[in-house]
Every structure is written in structure tokens, then in C-alpha cells.
């Protein structure tokens, strides 16, 4: 069964870049697509971008100057790098692979989620 | 971008109660709609997918329904653990969008 753990600094300075890790266990990173997804703190949820393995990449408009998502298979983790971050950039970091089948596309599973504070 | 818009935003009922919810998206997304569960300082949980296939190991009285822009979400008889807030999300185009949230509470 696959799950996803994220990692990195839980508090980023304004202007700063955010950085973190998905590691995924109990399967491979290969031949699937990894999304991010974030939550502000009591609001709902924003999809941030998607990997898939063969090297493409996907970003919400609203982020794509500052987004990178990109991979490491010898690894077998994904990782986020957010630049420039503001305030609103505070929220629940979630990792989650990101299901792609004939009938349609969904997120499972999803890792616990980290929390990012950006503030001085 | 696909605008999704859940109503209600909250609602109250009680154990037993059947409940439904409700999806609109601003212009056809077919069947790419899903639904995920969130419980308070959890991660979301994938419900429904395609609409209105149930993912494995979900409890049968969720139930899915809809195509185009209108959706529905029904629990048929409301248990203690599903107080918690349900998402629904295209998947149809990028950027990938959820709805706003309906938050279930005890009544």
C-alpha cells in the first residue's frame, strides 16, 4: 500500500523559497503522476502542480512563475520549491499521487500534510 | 479555470439523518468530478471518484451522482464519523479545482 510522508522547515522567512520533500513508500514514483496540493489555515484547497515521471509538468497558472515540482527516482521522492514566498503562503502543505485512469483522474492517497508558517 | 461551487457551505443533522450535498461546476466537466472527506487535522480521503464510482473501502451509504455541471453527494444514514467536511473536485482541464467545502455538523 502506497503512502506519502512530507518533510521540510515548518517556518519560511517572506521573500524566501519554501522547500519540501514527498517520500513515497510501498511503490514506485515511476509511471505515475505526484500532485501538491495546499490549505491556508480554516479555508479550503488549492491545487499547486503535478510531476508526472517521464519529466512533464503541470502548474496552477496562479503559482506557475514561482513553482517547481521535480522528481528524484533513486530516491523514490518529489519535491516542492515555492519562491519568494508572502503570508499567504501560509497553509497545509499536502503531497498526494495523483490516480489517472480511462474513466478520469483523482487524488489518493494523500500524505498527513506539513504545515509551512511564513513569517519573520 | 473550472469554478466548482458546493451548497450548502454547512449543514446540521442528526445520527441516522439522510443527507445530500451538492456540486456545480461553471461548465461541463462530463464525469471528471470526485469527492473526498476531510476529518478535523486530517488529510482529505477520496469518497467518490468519476463521479460516482465508490473507492474501495468506503462505507456504502455514500453514493454519487451526476454529469455535466450538477453533482450530489448523498450519505443515506448519517454515522458519528462522518461529521467531518466533504470537497467535491474536476478533474476534467488544469487547473484541477475543488469546491469551497460543505461542513457536516452535529446537530
Known amino acids: 500500500q502506497v503512502q506519502l510522508q512530507e518533510s521540510g522547515p515548518g517556518l519560511v522567512k517572506p521573500s524566501e523559497t519554501l522547500s519540501l520533500t514527498c517520500t513515497v513508500s510501498?511503490?514506485?514514483?515511476?509511471?505515475?503522476?505526484w500532485s501538491w496540493i495546499r490549505q491556508p489555515p480554516g479555508k479550503g484547497l488549492e491545487w499547486i502542480g503535478y510531476?508526472?515521471?517521464?519529466?512533464?509538468?503541470n502548474y496552477n497558472p496562479s503559482l506557475k512563475s514561482r513553482v517547481t515540482i521535480s522528481t528524484d527516482t533513486s530516491k523514490n521522492h518529489f519535491s516542492l520549491k515555492l519562491t519568494s514566498v508572502t503570508g499567504a503562503d501560509t497553509a497545509v502543505y499536502y503531497c498526494?499521487?495523483?490516480?489517472?485512469?480511462?474513466?478520469?483522474?483523482?487524488?489518493?492517497?494523500w500524505g498527513q500534510g506539513t504545515l509551512v508558517t511564513v513569517s519573520s | 479555470d473550472i469554478q466548482m461551487t458546493q451548497s450548502p457551505s454547512s449543514l446540521s443533522a442528526s445520527v441516522g439523518d439522510g443527507v445530500t450535498i451538492s456540486c456545480r461546476a461553471s461548465?461541463?466537466?462530463?464525469?471528471?468530478l470526485n469527492w473526498y472527506q476531510q476529518r478535523p487535522g486530517r488529510a482529505p480521503e477520496l469518497l467518490i471518484y468519476?463521479?460516482?464510482s465508490l473507492q474501495s473501502g468506503v462505507p456504502l451509504r455514500f453514493s454519487g451522482s451526476g454529469s455535466g455541471t450538477d453533482f450530489t453527494l448523498t450519505i443515506s444514514s448519517l454515522q458519528p464519523e462522518d461529521f467531518a467536511t466533504y470537497y467535491c473536485?474536476?478533474?476534467?482541464?488544469?487547473?484541477?479545482?475543488f469546491g469551497q467545502g460543505t461542513k457536516v455538523e452535529i446537530k
Open positions: 510531476f508526472y515521471y517521464g519529466g512533464s509538468t
Open positions: 510501498g511503490g514506485s514514483i515511476s509511471s505515475h503522476y
Open positions: 468519476s463521479a460516482s
Open positions: 473536485q474536476q478533474s476534467y482541464s488544469t487547473p484541477k479545482t
Open positions: 461548465q461541463s466537466v462530463g464525469t471528471y
Open positions: 498526494a499521487r495523483d490516480q489517472v485512469k480511462p474513466t478520469g483522474n483523482w487524488f489518493d492517497p
